[in-house]
Structures are given as structure tokens and as C-alpha cells.
């Protein structure tokens, strides 16, 4: 996954030039000073989220809205084109780009750790269906976001762009919500992780082929061949060779009864894995789920995960803090309507895409509907390098990168509403 919060902002910021003020003797690192104030807001917001009893990952987004740059806390206290105390209309933090780190270790920890839940057996059981299903629901959602956005005025490319990134549900935010709910183990939860590994997979393809339409005018059908082998050979090698393999390793070094040896050998599968996926033109959260799948197929699978999880916690937690600061709140007011249209437009055409898809493959209908519920709502991290992507390479107006971000936000935001709401509304056509 490529970097996306790609809002850099000065070196010198204002919490920093308030500590330089009051110790200008005393050195001090700002990287430092930048994850204090994340895990310490990001901590005091997600209390009290949880004192009201609403997701925590809504309190992570809030507080990185609140970190962000021109976020109404700052704005509002500063005077346009002045400072106050070195507090500048950029922002509390000093550079907004280092959460760019701590996002993508995030990724890769929270998909490696999920993939552990998911031995080969389960994945086998759901893969054509994933397949199939997946494929139809992103497309259906393409062309009508597509035409909905020709209709809202906007040019081709940045229709096709917009059409390209609503097509893609977040992988992050939606594993993020099962987890918490407890759903993560369901069967439905199973088919639901398939597909959104099928749409990383088309949404790297979508990538290179709306560049080559950019570039030459045509589709490259020889990229698009060329990433869709190199998936099924890393996937089916993965499955066969490496299940045969690796989880025998690492049962080896586990038997050292060693769990920090342990730990880095997990953790170095799982970037290693990662960097390779990467390296070949893939996203790295499929590497990171594949290396998952590979522990899950070993007999210390539970104490790999366990030993894990805390430092998955922290970097998803900074992670969301990340997407919530990547929003710039004054851009609101100029986009709202056109977004709350576009989110409108693609929650039910997704909703409707996978009931269509899973339907056709002959799912049951609570697990049907309790994957379209799960998939309709939220846009992320791949909506966000889609439309950076035609931004940077002149195919898409500028406009449209403000309005994804604020179209992640609010996605983001309804995503766990709609969770709930297949709790409700599924008991209910049962009876």
C-alpha cells in the first residue's frame, strides 16, 4: 500500500515551538513530541467514546480530525494569517506525514494478526464464492458511481477515478468493526474478508490500468495479465508450497519455548511477507494476511497471536487516528453536498451489488445480507491512493482528492451504524 496522508506540512510546529520557548536549552526530538500528543488524545477520546458507548474506532477518527490540519479547534482559536504561542492554521503536530508510517505498519499488523483467525480450510471453503461475488459488487458499484457522477456534473476522469476508488470497500475499517463486535469469527465474516482480499487485488489492477488510459489512451491488457498471474502465483503458492513449509518452521522455533524469538520470527514473516507482496506490484495487506494464514496453519498459532496483538492494537490505533487527520474540515462546507450524494449513491448501489453477487452464487440470506451490511459502507486507504494517483499524474482536478477524503470520513463514520443495523433487521426477517 502506498502512502496516502500526503499532507506535509512544516518541520517546525507548534507544540514544538512552544517546548523550544520554554526549554530552548534542552534538545528534543519532534518525532517524539508528535506521538505523545497522538496516544495521548487519541487515549482521553477513546475513553470517553467508550463511556458512551459507541465504537472506539469513531473515537480514533475524532481525534485525528482533531490533530489534523485546519481542524476547528486550531482554526478557531487562531486568527486568519496570524499565530498564537507558535500554533499555526497547520495543525497541532509538526509533521502530519510521519502518521504515514505508523498507518501502513497498522495495516500490516491488524491484516496479519485477522489472518491468523483464517486457516487454509476456511479460505478454501469460501474462494470461488469470494471471487465471484467480490468481482460483481466492485464493478456494478464502478459503473454506476460512474454515471451518477456524470450526472453531478464532473468530467470523465474524475468520474471514472471517483467511480474506481467508491468501488472499494476499506479493508482496514471493516476487519476493524468485525473484530470489535466480535463478529470476526463468523462465517459470514469469513466471506466477507475473502472478498475484500479480491477487491485489493482488482484495486491494484484498476491502479495500472486507469494510468495507462491516462498515458496512452488504451487499456494495457498486458499489465493487467501480468498482476492478476503474479496474484494467483503468490496466493497459490502461498496455499500449497508455503502452508507445507513455513508453519513447520515455526512450530521449530516456537518448540525454543522462547516467546521473544518467537515474536520477531512471527513478525518477521509477516513484513517479509509483506515487503515481497509489495515488491511484486501487490498491496502489502495481502502479504501481511497471507504470512497470517501461514502462522494459522502451525500449532502455535494462538500464542503467535496473543504475543501480537498488543503492538496491533497500537499501530490500528494510529492508523485511524491517521485517516481521522487526513481530513481538512474547512474543505466541508464546499463539498458536503456532492459527497453526502456520492456515499449516498454508493452504500446502496454496494449493499445491492453483493446481495446480487452472493445470490447468484447460492449464499444463504443472513449471510448474504450480513456481508452486504458489512461492505456498503466504508471507502479507505485504496479510495485514497486511487484518486491521489490521478491527482499526481494530472488525470483527475484537484477538488476530487478533498472530497474523497471527506467521502472516508463519513463512510467511516456510518460503517459500524450499519453493522449494527444487520443485528437488527436480519432476527427480524427470520421470524
Given at each position: 500500500m502506498q502512502?496516502?496522508?500526503?499532507?506535509i506540512l512544516?518541520?517546525?510546529g507548534?507544540?514544538?515551538?512552544?517546548?523550544?520557548?520554554?526549554?530552548?536549552?534542552?534538545p528534543h526530538?519532534?518525532?517524539i513530541?508528535?506521538?505523545?500528543?497522538?496516544?495521548?488524545?487519541a487515549?482521553i477520546?477513546?475513553?470517553?467514546?467508550f463511556?458512551?458507548?459507541?465504537p472506539?474506532?469513531?473515537g480514533?477518527?475524532f481525534?485525528?480530525?482533531?490533530l489534523?490540519p485546519?481542524?476547528?479547534?486550531w482554526?478557531?482559536?487562531?486568527?486568519?494569517?496570524?499565530e498564537?504561542?507558535g500554533?499555526?492554521k497547520?495543525?497541532?503536530?509538526?509533521d502530519?506525514s510521519?502518521?504515514?508510517?505508523?498507518?501502513?505498519?497498522?495495516?500490516?499488523?491488524?491484516?496479519?494478526?485477522?489472518g491468523?483467525?483464517?486457516?487454509?480450510?476456511?479460505i478454501?471453503?469460501?474462494?470461488?464464492?469470494?471471487?465471484?461475488?467480490g468481482?460483481?459488487?466492485?464493478?456494478?458499484?464502478?459503473?454506476?458511481?460512474?454515471?451518477?457522477?456524470?450526472?453531478?456534473?464532473l468530467?470523465?476522469?474524475?468520474?471514472?477515478f471517483?467511480?474506481?476508488?467508491l468501488?472499494?470497500s476499506?479493508?482496514?475499517?471493516?476487519?476493524k468493526?468485525?473484530?470489535?463486535t466480535?463478529?470476526?469469527?463468523?462465517?459470514?465474516?469469513?466471506?466477507?474478508?475473502?472478498?475484500?482480499?479480491?477487491?485489493?487485488?482488482?484495486?491494484?489492477?484498476?491502479?495500472?490500468?486507469?494510468?495507462?488510459?491516462?498515458?496512452?489512451?488504451?487499456?494495457s491488457y498486458t499489465?493487467i495479465?501480468?498482476?492478476?498471474?503474479?496474484?494467483?502465483?503468490?496466493i497459490?503458492?502461498?496455499?500449497t508450497?508455503?502452508?507445507?513449509?513455513?508453519?513447520?518452521l515455526?512450530?521449530?522455533?516456537?518448540?525454543?519455548?522462547?516467546?521473544e524469538?518467537l515474536?520477531?520470527?512471527?513478525?518477521?514473516?509477516?513484513?517479509?511477507?509483506?515487503l515481497?507482496?509489495?515488491?511484486?506490484g501487490?498491496?502489502?495487506?495481502?502479504?501481511?494476511?497471507?504470512a497470517?494464514?501461514?502462522v494459522?496453519?502451525s500449532?502455535?498459532?494462538e500464542v503467535s497471536?496473543?504475543?501480537?496483538?498488543?503492538?496491533?492494537d497500537?499501530?490500528?490505533?494510529?492508523?485511524?487516528?491517521?485517516?481521522g487527520?487526513?481530513?481538512?474540515?474547512?474543505?466541508?462546507?464546499?463539498?458536503?453536498?456532492?459527497a453526502?450524494?456520492?456515499?449516498?449513491?454508493?452504500?446502496?448501489?454496494?449493499?445491492?451489488?453483493?446481495?446480487?453477487?452472493?445470490?447468484?452464487f447460492?449464499?444463504?440470506?443472513?449471510?448474504?445480507?450480513?456481508?452486504?451490511?458489512?461492505l456498503?459502507?466504508?471507502?479507505?486507504?485504496?479510495?485514497i491512493v486511487?484518486?491521489?494517483?490521478?491527482?499526481?499524474?494530472?488525470?483527475?482536478s484537484?477538488?476530487?482528492?478533498?472530497?474523497?477524503?471527506?467521502i472516508?470520513?463519513i463512510?467511516?463514520f456510518?460503517s459500524?451504524l450499519l453493522?449494527r443495523?444487520?443485528?437488527?433487521?436480519i432476527?427480524?426477517?427470520?421470524d
Amino acid at each position: 500500500m502506498q502512502n496516502y496522508l500526503l499532507q506535509i506540512l512544516d518541520s517546525s510546529g507548534p507544540v514544538n515551538s512552544l517546548i523550544d520557548k520554554i526549554t530552548p536549552e534542552i534538545p528534543h526530538s519532534s518525532f517524539i513530541t508528535d506521538l505523545a500528543i497522538i496516544m495521548i488524545l487519541a487515549s482521553i477520546v477513546t475513553l470517553a467514546f467508550f463511556k458512551m458507548k459507541q465504537p472506539l474506532i469513531i473515537g480514533y477518527l475524532f481525534a485525528g480530525m482533531l490533530l489534523g490540519p485546519l481542524s476547528p479547534l486550531w482554526a478557531s482559536l487562531i486568527p486568519e494569517g496570524s499565530e498564537f504561542m507558535g500554533l499555526e492554521k497547520s495543525g497541532i503536530l509538526s509533521d502530519v506525514s510521519v502518521l504515514n508510517i505508523f498507518a501502513e505498519l497498522g495495516v500490516i499488523l491488524l491484516l496479519f494478526v485477522i489472518g491468523i483467525e483464517f486457516p487454509y480450510s476456511k479460505i478454501k471453503s469460501i474462494g470461488k464464492v469470494a471471487i465471484g461475488a467480490g468481482t460483481i459488487g466492485l464493478f456494478l458499484t464502478l459503473g454506476v458511481v460512474f454515471y451518477v457522477s456524470s450526472l453531478f456534473g464532473l468530467g470523465f476522469m474524475d468520474s471514472l477515478f471517483l467511480g474506481a476508488a467508491l468501488s472499494i470497500s476499506s479493508t482496514a475499517i471493516i476487519v476493524k468493526i468485525l473484530e470489535d463486535t466480535g463478529k470476526i469469527k463468523k462465517e459470514s465474516s469469513i466471506l466477507v474478508l475473502g472478498m475484500l482480499i479480491v477487491e485489493d487485488i482488482i484495486a491494484v489492477i484498476l491502479i495500472a490500468t486507469l494510468e495507462s488510459v491516462t498515458f496512452a489512451g488504451s487499456i494495457s491488457y498486458t499489465s493487467i495479465v501480468t498482476i492478476v498471474i503474479v496474484a494467483a502465483g503468490l496466493i497459490g503458492g502461498t496455499l500449497t508450497v508455503g502452508t507445507k513449509i513455513i508453519p513447520k518452521l515455526i512450530d521449530k522455533v516456537a518448540a525454543t519455548e522462547h516467546k521473544e524469538i518467537l515474536l520477531l520470527s512471527v513478525l518477521g514473516l509477516c513484513f517479509g511477507y509483506a515487503l515481497f507482496a509489495n515488491v511484486v506490484g501487490l498491496s502489502v495487506a495481502i502479504g501481511a494476511f497471507l504470512a497470517g494464514v501461514l502462522v494459522a496453519e502451525s500449532k502455535s498459532a494462538e500464542v503467535s497471536k496473543i504475543l501480537s496483538s498488543p503492538i496491533k492494537d497500537m499501530f490500528v490505533a494510529i492508523f485511524f487516528v491517521s485517516v481521522g487527520a487526513l481530513m481538512n474540515v474547512a474543505e466541508l462546507g464546499n463539498y458536503i453536498v456532492l459527497a453526502i450524494g456520492l456515499i449516498v449513491v454508493s452504500v446502496l448501489v454496494k449493499f445491492g451489488s453483493v446481495l446480487f453477487g452472493t445470490w447468484l452464487f447460492r449464499q444463504e440470506r443472513t449471510k448474504s445480507l450480513r456481508s452486504a451490511f458489512a461492505l456498503a459502507g466504508p471507502r479507505g486507504e485504496f479510495s485514497i491512493v486511487i484518486v491521489k494517483t490521478g491527482v499526481d499524474i494530472g488525470a483527475v482536478s484537484s477538488f476530487v482528492f478533498p472530497l474523497i477524503g471527506i467521502i472516508s470520513i463519513i463512510s467511516a463514520f456510518i460503517s459500524p451504524l450499519l453493522v449494527r443495523a444487520s443485528d437488527r433487521v436480519i432476527p427480524k426477517l427470520e421470524d
